[in-house]
DNA sequence: TATAAAGTTTAGTCCCAGCTAAAACTCTCA
DNA sequence: TGAGAGTTTTAGCTGGGACTAAACTTTATA
């Protein structure tokens, strides 16, 4: 079994990527120096799990992605499992499938996509990868990119960020709410959104982050 | 935060104990060389949590205790949570808890412990510390003390051992199953007890493993 | 009671994964 | 185009926790 480090290694490469990721990027998302990140590089690197390019950055391999997303499958299933049993809210999931995700056996995680029914997406409106990695096509866009005027659904909110995470939801704003954008502002890229015909202004910070989609789609 | 190899040396103290262990003994337990257990016996003492006397064994200090108590406490909650939610079989809760147990934040222990309604003891009939490491006492006693023709309630079986907890279950042999003991082996310590009119033998080895107690008990 | 056997500790290594400081590389822009 | 800024890598250390081999205690036995 991977380490803890490796895995978290590969997930961050997985969420930073596909592009190539650059050191200190990944160093900042892992919190350690950049020296430690590199050193890690290169032992993924010898163990074909990243193409590393000295000074020039680093990618998953088809090897290192299939594990890492068997480690953003684990988090998921654990947060969507923690929110239908302990009734955890959307804020506290992050952290606690985070810790857990390293623990989880292949029986256990087979027993909770089972107890779930194999769920497609968590919480948070993340898709869940299947067993072997298998992600379905994300038919969703930042909610600052939706067009004026046209009905939406939100599909996706962060799971990082607690601070953005609370604001949106006491503002309702949760995966599977309907929404239309009526305005949008120009210079910083915040919008206007309608949500059971109250408006709501959101932040551009804030719209970055949350995905969304038309009626029929996700 | 203890580190996962500290948590399961304090741990192991727990249950080898209350007596002195012995390095080896220990280092068995835990599957590694007794100069490891030696060396980490010499941390957890200079940390307090252990009263190691050169030569002569280690027991667990208050403090020790108290943090190895959270462990046991963490492990049969978990064991408790996926029994309930997962309805996994008693022979695969072990291990699994054993693994998620050093990844339970306070909080989650919190809700776990909440949505199962405090449970008293886990699906083996092990009682769970309370959250400052409260055990009752406990008024059971080995299968194979049990005095003959009396009727008892089964109060505990082991969990480690997957061969005997698989048997156990299969002869209907679990926490709250009532029988009586009819004959006792005077030579091996193997006992017959009678469940719902029928007769079974059970070895030396698995009554030793076995707790029971009388009606109104546990 | 001496000595052998059994158990324990010390000494010396190893690997992992972090760190800082210094060196090497790349890029930008004057 | 070359100098400095910024980024990345190398070098060298640290601590945790494991290992083996050798030295030392304790216990058991003759």
């Known amino acids: ?28 998302h892992l919190a350690v120096a950049p020296a430690s990140a590199t050193r890690m590089l290169q032992r993924l690197s010898e163990r074909g799990l990243v193409a ?21 499958r684990r988090h998921r299933l654990l947060e969507t499992f923690l929110a239908r049993t ?3 809210g959307r804020d506290q999931l992050h952290d606690e499938a985070e810790r857990l995700e ?8 087979a027993a909770i996509d089972d107890y779930l029914g194999n769920p497609q997406r968590d919480p948070h409106g993340h898709p869940i990868p299947g067993p072997q990695g298998e992600l ?24 990082r960020d607690v601070e953005k995470l609370a604001w949106l939801e006491a503002q309702g704003l949760v995966p599977g709410r309907e929404l239309r954008l009526v305005a949008r502002d120009p210079f910083d890229g915040g919008v ?19 995905r969304v989609s038309g009626e029929g789609a996700t």
Request: aromatic share 4%; glycine share 6%.
């Open 1 to 28: 079994m991977a380490s803890v480090a490796v895995e978290n290694y590969l997930k961050s490469m997985w969420e930073l990527g596909p592009a190539d990721v650059a050191t200190q990027e990944l160093a900042q």
């Open 52 to 72: 590393h390019t000295p000074y020039r950055g680093a990618s998953l391999t088809t090897t290192g992605e299939r594990k890492a997303l068997a480690v953003v």
């Open 86 to 88: 302990l009734k955890l």
């Open 102 to 109: 390293h623990a989880l056996s292949p029986a256990l995680e």
């Open 136 to 159: 379905p096509p994300e038919g969703d866009v930042a909610l600052g990119d939706w067009p004026l005027d046209r009905p939406a659904k939100v599909s996706q909110v962060p799971d």
């Open 192 to 210: 206007t959104v309608k949500l059971d015909g109250k408006l709501l202004q959101v932040a551009a910070s804030v719209a970055d982050e949350v």
